[in-house]
């Protein structure tokens, strides 16, 4: 990695540092920490440098991109918040860049909420702002409380020092970057300067004057700027924070309902998923017994999804023999044994970073033993009771109590339960979840759990709705060190995880692609087997 210069460092202090001997004499903590960062650059300060810089470029060709066919779906989306919010200012950061290690950042990902409301996706933008401006109430964007901008700091010219001296934002350091003009045409928004954005929020803020809303925590910069207008404006801040949290609340229930465009970006991550998947399936017999075969696995589905331009939207978990009963399992640092299970959990994300989260279960060698198969078939029976459950009607909770009924049926029936199924299923017993103890559901989108700010009667108690997507994933877990259960079962885990959307009569399993059934799970492997080797002597 290249050394990044600065901005901010002034020459001298560099030319002071220049060549002198490792024991300078100088008082330690003499140069203040922010600035040592560039004492390992050499980035030139002559004129003559910068006006070389500066010329003999092509022209700068500003794109005609087309409309993105997301921007109507994201102005919806603004309208229904809009009209929830009238006469506030509403304020939604990207994020700003994480750092991962010292000056190198995590790749840049928008935080969900702005993700939804613009329709940019991956890259996009970091620092930007969404700032709904209140206006008359009706006279906004499409008849809203509303206008929409869109502040973020666009490519700066050839000619500028930024270009080739900015390492976060130069086109040098990190390629194209959209201009005002190409993300107004692209996602229908209008579009500022990044700098206009202080006096944009600070503007009339004030307890008799416009209230502000932020979705905070995402960029201190901003939660600078608008405390300080708060407080300039005499408004209470304790208060006011607990009121950006309610905004918080309402902009993550807006995602409960998936539309017509979401709906499709999470059939392609899907269908994603399933072709890495089919990739790690093929990798397997070249995975076992190497040391961290696992990471094999996770190789080969992240592969996958870099080729095909994606990310994922969680680490993977690769999980072989008794590393299955780990729930979130992503060190993948054990040896896949050809008599084990692995548990795969994976999910790319698409560019609209929308995910999916699909685990499947699979016989190393594609062949179920006995016992593997008895605790393989009583996860799927829970799965495929839950399935019959979740349709427009019945509560989201009553998904998982379907699943765990069947689980605690099969459990008692195995000898395995100190109580009955039924004293089990009580409140006061639950015995049952020492082997499943997560959830059966959660929501899916642009965050592998979605929608995790509504509140408790939107999610656990709401009505389950047409246009609903949720995962249905119950296991049993039996620990190698688990007591409390014959040795036969000890060091398996099992999860079957399928994402289903809510039609208007029932559901749909949008992962039906990937086998579930155990005898289809096995000719599935088989098949895959035999067509890498096929390849294999082909080449
Ligand atoms: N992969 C995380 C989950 O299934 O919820
Ligand atoms: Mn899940
Ligand atoms: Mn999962």
């Not at 998936?258 to 070249?286: C, N, W, Y």
């Amino acid at each position: 990695m290249t050394d990044q210069p600065s901005e901010t460092t002034p020459a001298a202090a560099r030319e002071a540092s220049a060549g002198a001997p490792a024991d300078t004499g100088a008082e330690p903590g003499s140069q203040p920490l922010s600035e040592r960062v560039d004492n390992r650059t050499h980035s030139p300060e002559s004129s003559a440098f910068a006006e070389f810089m500066a010329s003999q470029w092509a022209p700068a060709a500003e794109k005609d991109l087309p409309r993105e066919e997301v921007a109507d779906h994201a102005a919806q989306r603004r309208l229904r918040i809009s009209k929830e919010h009238t006469g506030q200012r509403l304020v939604i950061p990207a994020g700003a860049p994480k750092v991962r290690s010292n000056d190198t950042d995590y790749r840049f990902r928008p935080h969900s909420a702005f993700a939804h409301l613009t329709g940019l996706g991956v890259d996009h933008e970091p620092n930007a702002v969404l700032v709904l401006e209140p206006v008359e109430p009706g006279s906004g964007d499409d008849a809203g409380d509303h206008t929409a901008v869109l502040y973020f700091h666009p490519m700066a010219g050839r000619d500028t020092r930024e270009f080739y001296a900015d390492a976060r934002n130069g086109q040098f350091w990190v390629g194209d970057r959209p201009t005002l003009r190409e993300i107004s045409t692209a996602y229908g928004l209008r579009t500022r300067d990044l700098s206009e954005l202080e006096a944009a929020l600070s503007k009339d803020v004030g307890a008799d004057g416009v209230q502000l809303r932020l979705v905070r925590a995402q960029d201190a910069a901003v939660d600078g700027i608008v405390d300080s207008a708060r407080q300039a404006g005499g408004v209470e801040l304790e208060q006011a924070h607990l009121q950006d949290d309610q905004l918080v609340e309402r902009l993550s229930e807006l995602r409960l309902i998936k539309d017509e465009h979401e709906i499709a970006q999470l059939r392609e991550s899907v269908d994603m998923t399933v072709r890495g998947f089919e990739d790690v399936v093929r990798a397997l017999p070249h995975a076992i017994a190497k040391p961290r075969g696992e990471r094999l696995v996770e190789g080969a589905f992240f592969a996958r999804a870099r080729a095909e331009g994606n990310d994922l939207g969680y680490d993977t978990i690769a999980a072989s023999g008794n590393n299955a009963t780990v729930l979130h399992w992503i060190r993948n640092t054990g040896e896949i044994r050809p008599q084990d299970m692995i548990l795969l959990d994976a999910g790319v994300e698409a560019e609209s970073l929308y995910t999916a989260d699909i685990t499947r279960t699979l016989p190393v060698t594609g062949e179920f033993s006995e016992i593997q198969r008895q605790i393989y078939q009583a996860v799927l029976d829970a799965a495929d009771h839950a399935f019959t459950v979740a349709v427009p009607g019945n509560r989201f909770r009553d998904v998982h109590d379907a699943a765990m009924s069947v689980l605690a049926a099969r459990l008692e029936e195995w000898g395995l339960l100190p109580v009955s199924a039924e004293v089990s299923l009580s409140e006061r017993g639950q015995h049952h979840r020492r082997w499943m103890p997560h959830g059966t559901s959660h929501h899916l989108g642009l965050d592998v759990h979605d929608c995790a700010q509504a509140r408790r009667e939107l999610y656990q108690d709401a009505v389950i709705e047409p246009g609903m997507v949720f995962t249905i994933e119950p296991g049993l877990y039996f620990k190698a060190e688990d007591l409390a259960v014959p040795e036969q079962y000890r060091g398996i885990g099992v999860r079957i995880e399928d994402d289903v959307l809510i039609t208007a009569d029932g559901n749909e399993n949008l992962s039906a692609a990937l086998p579930r059934h155990p005898d289809d799970v096995e000719s599935w492997m088989q098949g895959l087997f035999e067509s890498s080797e096929t390849s294999s002597t082909a080449h």
